[in-house]
Nanobody, 120 residues
């Protein structure tokens, strides 16, 4: 079984910063893509950013230039540095990992979610 444990959410004023972390644990061979998604009340879950094992990144247009995703492969951890936060960034943020197992292929896992609230 694979577990993703997120941390770093909270309440911040507009213009402020937060850093999210997500650590993967369990028995697996490697982790391919890791990413962050978010879901605001009444809306669908959307991709915020993802990063490949080799470090290639992709961002939603709404966060480009403000958010930075990074990962530490040795620690199986992905980070999301969020700067210049806006009230519209308020959502539950979920970590996602595409995990490879030695004999059974790949599967996707999700964290439990961490609340980010940006006040105006």
């Amino acid at each position: 079984q694979v577990q993703l444990v997120e941390s770093g959410g909270g309440l911040v004023q507009a213009g402020g910063s937060l850093r999210l972390s997500c650590a993967a644990s369990g028995r697996f061979f490697s982790i391919n893509v890791m990413g962050w998604y978010r879901q605001a009340p009444g809306l669908q879950r959307e991709l915020v950013a993802h990063i490949t094992r080799g470090g290639a990144t992709n961002y939603a247009d709404s966060v480009k230039g403000r958010f930075t995703i990074s990962r530490d492969n040795a620690k199986n951890t992905v980070y999301l540095q969020m700067n210049s936060l806006k009230p519209e960034d308020t959502a539950v943020y979920y970590c996602n990992a595409n995990v490879r197992f030695r004999t059974t292929g790949v599967d996707d896992y999700w964290g439990q979610g961490t609340q980010v609230t940006v006040s105006s």
